[in-house]
C-alpha cells in the first residue's frame, strides 16, 4: 500500500484552540477543538476516570470512539460500569461527533483504500492535532483503544498503516471493510512484532454482506501464527446492524482489555495449559497489566487458585515453590503460601516437610476455596502414613 497521506513523525507545534464545558453532575467534558487541519470546529465528549487526579502521575488508557454522537454513550457508560467493579482497567473515553460530517470523515480511495481527501485530512486531524492534545491535557497512558460501527469501522483500521502506532486495541462492531483491504489488515498483523487485540462483532440478523466479511474477516485473522496478535469473534443472535452494539461494547473491551481481566477458560485453555512454567506466567500477566495500563494490579487469588490446578494437573509440583512464594507476598495473612508450600514439599517427597508446612498454616485465613480443614486433613493424612 502507497503511504503517502501519512504525516511522518512531525516534531512541531500544532496549535490547537479548545473551551470545554463540564457537566457537573458527571465526570464528562465537552471540548470544542478549532482545528488548523480541517479549517474549522469539531466537538469532543470526554469521560475521566473515576477518582481522576490530573496532579497524580497516575495514568490511564485511552478509548477513541468514532460518531461519537451515538455511540460515546453507551461505551463510556460501560467503562465505567466494567472498571468500577475491575473488569477492564479506568481509562479516559473520548468520542468525536460526526452526525454531519460522517461520510467526509471517512472518505477513502476505492482502489488503494487509503484516506482521501476530507478523509485524508480528517485522518491527519485524529494523528497529528487531537490525540497529542489528549496525552498533553490528560494523564494518558501508552495504551490505547478505536472503536468504530461499520463505515467508521473501516477507517478505523487505516490507523495500522500509520508510520507510527497509536492504538493497539480495535473494536470492530459490524465493520463495513472493503474485501480489498482485508489481505492488508493480515499481512499487517502477521508479521507485527508489536501487541494488538483485535475484536470484530456482528449479528445473526446484520446485513448479509458485513455477517459474510466479519466472518471471512476472522477466519483469515485466526488462521495467523503470530502470538502478539489476540482476535476474537462473535455474532449475537437475533440482533440486527444496530441492536447488536449494546453486546458487542462489553464483547469487544473484554476483549481489548484481555490481560487485565482475571484468568477464564479461554486463557486457561490458550495460555496456562500450553505454557512451560505456568507460574512463569502468571508473572509475566501481571507484569504485562503493569506496562499496558499502569496498574499496580495483585495477582487476584482466583488466578492462583487456577494456577495451582495446573500444576496439580500437570504433577508439576517443582513449580509450586515459586507459586508459594507470590501468594505470601500478596496474601501474607492466607493459609495460600501454607498450603501451596506444603504441596510442593509433599509433591518432590518430603513429607516432614508438608506435615509441618499444613500445621503451620492453622492459624491463617481461608482463602480461594482452601480452608484449614483441608489443612488438618492433610496434615491428618501425612501424619497416619508416617507416623508423625
Known amino acids: 500500500m502507497q503511504k503517502s497521506f501519512f504525516l511522518m513523525l512531525i516534531f512541531t507545534l500544532v496549535n490547537l484552540t479548545t473551551s470545554a464545558q463540564t457537566d457537573c453532575n458527571t465526570h464528562i467534558e465537552y471540548i470544542t477543538v478549532e482545528s ?10 470526554l469521560q475521566k476516570p473515576r477518582n481522576y487526579d490530573p496532579d497524580s502521575d497516575k495514568t490511564y488508557p485511552l478509548i477513541f470512539v468514532f460518531d461519537g454522537d451515538y455511540l460515546f454513550e453507551p461505551i463510556a457508560g460501560n467503562v465505567d460500569y466494567l472498571s468500577y467493579w475491575e473488569e477492564i482497567p479506568k481509562a479516559f473515553v ?7 460530517t460522517r461520510l467526509d470523515d471517512g472518505k477513502y480511495g476505492k482502489f488503494d483504500y487509503l484516506p482521501k481527501d476530507t478523509g485524508a485530512r480528517f485522518f491527519d486531524f485524529i494523528q497529528v492535532e487531537v490525540l497529542p492534545f489528549l496525552k498533553n491535557e490528560y494523564k494518558i497512558g501508552d495504551y490505547s483503544v478505536i472503536v468504530g460501527h461499520d ?25 463495513d471493510i472493503p474485501v480489498g483491504l482485508m489481505p492488508y489488515i493480515k499481512d499487517r498483523f502477521d508479521t507485527s512484532k508489536e501487541k494488538f487485540w483485535y475484536s470484530l462483532s456482528t449479528g445473526t440478523k446484520d446485513l448479509d454482506f458485513i455477517q459474510e466479511k466479519t466472518k471471512n474477516l476472522y477466519d483469515e485473522l485466526s488462521s495467523i501464527e503470530n502470538i502478539n496478535l489476540n482476535v ?3 455474532s449475537f443472535e437475533n440482533k440486527n446492524h444496530y441492536t447488536l452494539v449494546n ?3 462489553p464483547f469487544g473491551l473484554a476483549n481489548v482489555f484481555a490481560p487485565y481481566t482475571p484468568i477464564d477458560d479461554k486463557e486457561l485453555n ?7 512454567d505456568p507460574v512463569s506466567y502468571l508473572k509475566e500477566k501481571y507484569d504485562l497489566i503493569k506496562k499496558l495500563y499502569d496498574v499496580d494490579q495483585k495477582v487476584r487469588v482466583e488466578d492462583l487458585v487456577q494456577v495451582y ?5 500437570q504433577d508439576n509440583w517443582d513449580i509450586c515453590n515459586k ?58 493424612v501425612l501424619r497416619e502414613a508416617f507416623g508423625y
Open 270 to 276: 490458550d495460555y496456562v495449559l500450553k505454557a512451560t
Open 232 to 234: 476474537s469473534y462473535k
Open 247 to 249: 453486546y458487542a461494547i
Open 309 to 313: 490446578k495446573v500444576i496439580e494437573q
Open 36 to 45: 488548523e487541519i480541517l479549517n474549522t470546529t469539531r466537538q469532543l465528549k
Open 151 to 175: 463505515y467508521m469501522a473501516n477507517f478505523m483500521n487505516l490507523f495500522l498503516f500509520s508510520d507510527r502506532t497509536d492504538f493497539q486495541g480495535f473494536i470492530n462492531l459490524s465493520p
Open 323 to 380: 507459586l508459594a512464594s507470590i501468594a505470601r507476598e500478596e496474601y501474607p495473612a492466607s493459609l495460600l503460601y501454607h498450603y501451596f508450600i506444603a504441596k510442593h514439599h509433599q509433591g518432590i517427597g518430603e513429607p516432614k516437610k508438608a506435615y509441618n508446612a499444613y500445621r503451620a498454616g492453622y492459624i491463617y485465613n481461608d482463602a480461594g476455596g482452601i480452608t484449614k480443614e483441608m489443612l488438618i486433613e492433610e496434615a491428618e
Open 94 to 100: 473520548v468520542g468525536i461527533n460526526q452526525s454531519r
